[in-house]
Each structure stands twice: as structure tokens, then as C-alpha cells.
């Protein structure tokens, strides 16, 4: 039985909702599937004041009490995720965005490895495949397995060749997520998420120290020694450039501070 949870950025129960319905539907017709929608508008979320406690001491210094880590809970209890967005003046809707900042530290310290993560943006006219780009990138920052995102547009009224427009990009999408959500949960990095990770590790290593939250998360995880966030199977070239992105960045580092 894989789980999954699907965050809903639009206050109306309208095409958003239903087009995740949909998908997650089908993820249920293609197997052992339980799924939750959460409105993030039914949850009382702050927004994010910026006095970065949660970077440099910790999450749970954070001022703002809300339902942040009820929300984080529901992530953490899922093998799958789902960030749903209508298109509000071509980006994510506000409520998603409040969601994301409430997970800031998380770009810090990324924790959702081995969860399959995917979005689906819903617009009127245009302007939703940035936000799909937008938004898996986020899920590779939060540390989730993202398979590609997808934009669909519901224009009322619709027609019958939109609809089955519709239902073919997201029985697509469903398909791909399936595969992916029960495959082993951790792949080989791409040479991208290699140098995201080494160079940050290796900035965090020299730029930081124990006082700070992030240098303790990287050493407790082992990640100034390790290969990758997870135990990996790195090919010869991937090995060697994973040396030169912690070289790279140790010199950017050195000439910052000389
Ligand atoms: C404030 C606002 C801004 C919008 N901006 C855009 C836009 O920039 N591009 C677009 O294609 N549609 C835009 N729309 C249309 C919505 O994306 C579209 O109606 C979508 O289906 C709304 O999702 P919902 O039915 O789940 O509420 C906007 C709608 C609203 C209310």
C-alpha cells in the first residue's frame, strides 16, 4: 500500500481540486493507492516574518505558531506528493507560496528523500509550464524524487477535445508517477542534484560552524564525508566530479574570504 498526499493551492473545491482528484484517481486504478487532499487554505498557515531562526538555530524556534508541522507530518507519513496550483498572475496561488516559505528550512536541510513528489498546475490561458518547472524544481530542493510535473488549462465552458486533452496529460502523468512511487525510492543523483549537493555541503563545511543548524545536520548525517545525501552507487565519472564541485566551491570560498 503506498500513501499519498496532495496539497491543493486554490480556496475553491473547482478545477484544481478535481484535476487532482483525477489524477490521484487514477493512481488508485493503477494499484494499492490510498490518498488524502489537503485544502492548504482549511489550515491556518503564517507568513514568514524572515528573522530566519528555523536556518540558523532551528525549526522549532520558529515564531509563528500554525499548523506547519501538522502539515511537515503528513509529508513525512507519505511515500507520494502531490503540489496542485491554479495559475494566479502566472505563478503558484498565494497560499502555495506561504506553504513553501513554511518549508524554507527544509532547502537548508532537505529530509524527503525517497519520496516521489509531482505537480500539476491548472490555468485559464497561459503561463503554467514555468510554474511546473517552478515547482519541481522545489520538490528536488526539498529532497523529493520528482517525476515531471503537468500544466493543464480548464477554460469554461470546455470542450470535449479539451477534456480528453486533459485526461490524456494526466493518465500520462498518473502512469509515471505509479512507476516511479514503486520502484526502489532512491535513485543514482543526476550530475545536477551531484553538484547541488556537493557544493553546498562543502560551503555549509567551511563557511559554517556547530553554532549554526545546518553545520550540525551535515555533520550528524555524515554528509561532509559521504558521496550523496543517501547511500549511492556513483559511476567513475560521477565520483570525479563530484571531486571537482567540492574543489570548485572550496577555492570560490577560499577567494571570498582572502
Ligand atoms: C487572481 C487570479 C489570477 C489568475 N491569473 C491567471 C494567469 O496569470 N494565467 C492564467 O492562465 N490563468 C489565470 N487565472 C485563471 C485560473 O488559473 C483558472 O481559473 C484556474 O482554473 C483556477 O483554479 P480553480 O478552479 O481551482 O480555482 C487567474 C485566476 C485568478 C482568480
Redesign the pocket.
Known amino acids: 500500500m503506498k500513501r499519498v498526499t496532495a496539497f ?1 493551492g ?10 487532482t482528484r483525477q489524477f490521484l484517481d487514477n493512481l488508485q486504478s493503477l494499484g494499492d493507492v490510498e490518498y488524502e487532499i489537503v485544502t492548504l487554505s482549511d489550515h491556518r498557515l503564517g507568513t514568514c516574518k524572515g528573522c530566519q531562526l528555523c536556518f540558523d538555530k532551528g525549526e522549532e524556534f520558529c515564531p509563528l505558531k500554525d499548523d506547519r508541522d501538522v502539515l511537515i507530518e503528513k509529508i513525512r507519513a507519505s511515500d507520494g506528493v502531490v503540489l496542485a496550483s ?6 503558484v ?1 498565494a497560499i502555495i507560496k506561504i506553504f513553501l516559505d513554511r518549508l524554507g528550512f527544509v532547502f537548508h536541510r532537505p529530509h524527503f528523500f525517497g519520496k516521489t513528489f509531482t505537480s500539476i498546475v ?7 509550464n514555468k510554474i511546473v518547472r517552478y515547482l519541481d524544481f522545489v520538490g528536488n530542493g526539498l529532497g523529493f524524487n520528482t517525476v515531471k510535473g503537468s500544466c493543464v ?3 469554461q465552458p470546455m470542450t470535449e477535445k479539451e477534456k480528453q486533452k486533459i485526461d490524456k496529460v494526466l493518465a500520462r502523468q498518473s502512469r509515471r508517477f505509479y512507476e516511479r512511487l514503486v520502484k526502489p525510492a532512491y535513485p543514482v543523483p543526476t550530475l545536477f542534484g551531484l553538484m547541488a549537493f556537493r557544493m553546498a555541503r562543502t560551503s555549509i563545511r567551511l563557511e559554517l560552524d556547530e553554532n549554526t543548524r545546518d553545520y550540525v545536520y551535515y555533520k550528524d548525517k555524515g554528509w561532509f564525508e559521504s558521496e550523496y545525501f543517501y547511500p549511492t552507487r556513483l559511476g567513475a565519472l560521477k565520483k570525479a566530479a563530484g571531486r571537482l564541485f567540492d574543489s570548485i566551491q572550496t577555492k570560490r570560498t577560499r577567494s571570498r574570504h582572502s
Open positions: 491543493v486554490s480556496a475553491r473545491k473547482k478545477h484544481t481540486y478535481n484535476t491554479p495559475n494566479y498572475s502566472f505563478q496561488s491548472v490555468q485559464g490561458i497561459y503561463g503554467g488549462t480548464a477554460l
